[in-house]
């Protein structure tokens, strides 16, 4: 069985140093805030080359919090892509504003610079950049198509934790950024926990006290906030395992490699294109093939676990069935195009060839 994701393997490998560090928090009884979170934010705001990290509760809540932590004008456009999580769009209409959908590039996967250019209009307020598989997207041409607007950049880094783009660690490239600790990405807690990240004081403070409901001390509420706080078990595990993030990520890399070196030649399949420009963290290695639906049930018949991501673009969710409009997308094809492939450090390099061999043969 080759496992897409193995997380009691991963768990295997740092036991000693997870328990240890639970046990000193549960000694501590210190749960919220305190210590551990002060440590891992630091650390963590340090790793993104940002001045600033703000622990919350996971990172939905951190892509909310992001974005009430602008204060934008109520109802405000912001600008989503098309193929993401939900919760990317999700956060943007949780916040009171509007989510105005944007093409992605059928080779990176990101926004779509010629249907960015279109979507933005005097309503647009903010981007919502989504690094999407640990690619980060072009922030150049972004940052052009913004530069003498107000229009803020806001990062869904989700899925790349240590990405790059031109050398610059993604969370510190736009206003804001989100980051999700969830299990399965690649820096996970062991339960829901996630970040806010920034450059600026102003909103790195504004983020903190919506977090923990307003304040500015025990009982002194300056406004209404919310209670998404980041757990000190949570961030005790997540110190632990940023030690092994880069030696994590850089296995991913060479597995992308391997994948390519093997996969390349094959007419049916396109390999994701990894840009210039970036480091590329690979926490989904997605390939295309016209074939999709019968290669991942050979796949899983020959004991590869394998997912789609995503099945369905969020324009054509029933949640944003008022939103669509009849137009041609790429999305529109790549979510019956698109096929993730196993990749982690849990994963040798006999396992990805032989991944590779299956899918030559099925191409046979
Ligand atoms: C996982 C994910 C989120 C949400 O994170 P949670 O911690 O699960 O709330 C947001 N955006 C993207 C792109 C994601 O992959």
Not at 213 to 221: E, F, V
Not at 264 to 267: K, R, T
């Given at each position: 069985m080759i496992k897409f994701l193995d997380l009691p393997n991963q768990y295997r490998t740092i036991k000693n140093e997870v328990n240890s560090a639970i046990n000193e928090v549960l000694e501590s009884?210190?749960?919220?805030?305190g210590e551990y979170v002060k440590k891992f934010e630091a650390e963590f705001a340090n790793f993104c080359e940002a001045k600033y990290c703000v622990g919350c509760g996971n990172g939905t809540d951190a892509l909310e919090i992001a974005i009430e932590a602008?204060?934008?004008?109520?109802k405000s456009d912001i600008i989503v892509p098309?193929?993401?999580?939900?919760a990317s769009s999700e956060a943007v209409s949780r916040t009171g504003h509007n989510v105005v959908f944007c093409d992605v590039s059928?080779?990176?996967?990101?926004?779509e610079i010629k249907d960015l250019k279109r979507k933005i209009?005097?309503?647009?307020?903010a981007i919502l950049v989504v690094h999407l598989y640990g690619q980060p997207c072009d922030m150049d041409e972004i940052n052009a198509i913004t530069e003498g607007t107000n229009i803020k950049i806001i990062e869904d880094c989700a899925q790349a934790h240590g990405a790059e783009y031109k050398g610059s660690r993604v969370g510190?490239?736009?206003d804001v950024a989100a980051f999700s600790f969830?299990?399965?990405?690649?820096?996970?807690?062991?339960g829901d926990a996630g970040a806010v990240t920034t450059n600026n004081n102003d909103i790195a403070v504004r983020a903190r006290m919506i977090a923990n409901?307003?304040?500015?001390?025990?009982?002194?509420?300056e406004f209404e906030g919310r209670n998404s706080r980041l757990d000190a078990l949570q961030a005790a595990v997540l110190s632990v395992k940023l030690n092994h993030l880069e030696k994590w990520t850089e296995r991913r890399i060479e597995i992308a490699n391997l994948y390519r070196s093997h996969l390349?030649?094959?007419?049916d399949v396109t390999v994701p294109k990894e840009e210039k420009y970036a480091r590329h963290v690979y926490h989904l290695f997605v390939i295309q093939t016209n074939s999709r639906d019968k290669l991942s049930e050979f796949l899983k018949e020959e004991g590869i676990e394998v997912g789609v991501?995503?099945?369905?673009?969020l324009p054509n969710l029933q949640a944003y069935c008022q939103l669509h409009k009849k137009e041609k997308f790429n999305y529109d094809s790549l979510e019956k195009s698109v096929l993730s492939l196993p990749v982690g450090e849990h994963l040798s390099d006999k396992e990805i060839i032989f991944v590779c061999e299956r899918i030559s043969k099925f191409f046979a």
């Open positions: 009884c210190s749960f919220i805030g602008l204060q934008l004008p109520p098309a193929n993401s999580f939900i059928r080779s990176n996967f990101t926004l209009t005097s309503r647009t307020a510190s490239l736009g969830y299990p399965g990405k690649n820096l996970g807690a062991y409901h307003g304040r500015i001390d025990k009982y002194n509420h390349e030649h094959i007419s991501h995503y099945p369905i673009a």
